[in-house]
Every structure is written in C-alpha cells, then in structure tokens.
T-cell receptor
Framework: GQNIDQPTEMTATEGAIVQINCTYQ??????LFWYQQHAGEAPTFLSY??LDGLEEKGRFSSFLSRSKGYSYLLLKELQMKDSASYLC??????????WGAGTKLIIKP | GAGVSQSPSNKVTEKGKDVELRCDPI?????LYWYRQSLGQGLEFLIY????????KSGLPSDRFSAERTGGSVSTLTIQRTQQEDSAVYLC?????????????FGPGTRLLVL
C-alpha cells in the first residue's frame, strides 16, 4: 500500500532551525512535493525533489533519499509566520500525489 | 486566469438539499483535482480529471457525490441529499500532471456547512 509518515506536531523557537522528516512508501515514484498550509487556508507549493540530495530555496531546503524513501524539510531563521502545517506528498507512478496528514509546526517567541 | 478560483467561498445548507461547487482551474492546466478537508485533518482525495475525463473516481465517498468537467476547464462537484458529515472544506487544484510540472496549485476552497 501507499503510506506517508510525518510527525503530527513540532514546536520550535523563533530564529531557530527545524527539520521536518517524512518517510513514504508509494507505487512507483515521480518526485516528492512539500506544501505549506496555514490554518484556514489552502496548501501552497514549497518545493519539489526528484533526484537525491538537497534543494535550497532561501530559508527553506528540502532533501530526498529515494533509496530510503525519506525526505526532510529544513526551515532556517524561523519566523512567527512559519507557524503552519507542512505536508509531504510523494508522486506515484500515475503522477498522483499521495498526501500525508501533515506536520503542524508551532513557533514560539 | 492567474490562479485557481472556486465558488462559492462559503455555503450553508440544510440536510437533504443538493449543493453544487464550482472550480475554475489555471488556464492551460489539463489536470484538475477535488479534495475534501475536515477541520484539523489531512487532504482526502475525491476525484481527478485529465481533460474532461475522470480516470480515477476512487475517492468519491458515496454515490451522492458526482463531478463533471466541460471544455477541459471548469469543473463542478455536486453533492446530492447532503448530510451533516459532508461538512468540510472542498479544495480544488489544477496542474499539468506530468513528471516535471506536476505541481498542484490550489484554489481557496469552499467551506460547506450542512445543518
């Protein structure tokens, strides 16, 4: 079957760094997406990884290891506005995104 | 259009009534998706369209739910004889649905409340 595993909730301090891990099992693989979703809003695209390694985009970086079925999202210099849910979504062989329940990130001052 | 739009933004209805939700995808996007999200929960896939056809209807929760897409653009999701458990945010997304450009872009959602 297809499965996504992320922590349900994480707490971090403003200005710090946090890493959100995701492990997945899918039928085939065509890359992995990370989305951010603020409470009461729609998800917005953050990153896409298809090859192993680290993709850096400003304060956010995303890492992928296809052999381990593992990805993480790294957020640096945390700001209060980063409080949101972060959704890991691998794409299967049918180009279908498989959605996890997401990780709720709480930033404290 | 510049982004995915959905209407209405909010809908309150009485149990047993039918509702119709509309989605306008990003111009040129061939794939269109419907999801449902209950409060504090993850995304629940309902259906997707490639052009006007729906290859995957596996997520529709019951035969009260149906969807169509015309002209490869606008889609409507219809819920007949609504039940209280249908209350949720209904999200629409569109994409090119291929290897490198499969990013799904979401609309703002329709918040449905069934009384």
């Amino acid at each position: 079957g297809q499965n996504i595993d992320q922590p349900t909730e994480m707490t971090a301090t403003e200005g710090a760094i946090v890493q959100i891990n995701c492990t997945y099992q899918t039928s085939g693989f065509n890359g992995l997406f990370w989305y951010q979703q603020h409470a009461g809003e729609a998800p917005t695209f953050l990153s896409y990884n298809v090859l192993d390694g680290l993709e850096e985009k400003g304060r956010f970086s995303s890492f992928l290891s296809r052999s381990k079925g593992y990805s993480y999202l790294l957020l640096k210099e945390l700001q209060m506005k980063d409080s949101a849910s972060y959704l890991c979504a691998p794409m299967d062989s049918n180009y279908q995104l498989i959605w996890g329940a997401g990780t709720k990130l709480i930033i404290k001052p | 259009g510049a982004g995915v739009s959905q209407s209405p933004s909010n809908k309150v209805t009485e149990k047993g009534k039918d509702v119709e939700l509309r989605c306008d995808p990003i111009s040129g996007h061939t794939a269109l998706y419907w999801y449902r999200q209950s409060l504090g929960q993850g995304l629940e896939f309902l259906i997707y369209f490639q052009g006007n056809s729906a290859p995957d209807k596996s997520g529709l929760p019951s035969d009260r739910f149906s969807a169509e897409r015309t002209g490869g653009s606008v889609s409507t999701l219809t819920i007949q004889r609504t039940q209280q458990e249908d209350s949720a945010v209904y999200l629409c997304a569109s994409s090119q649905r291929d290897f490198a450009t499969g990013t799904q872009y979401f609309g703002p959602g329709t918040r449905l409340l069934v009384l």
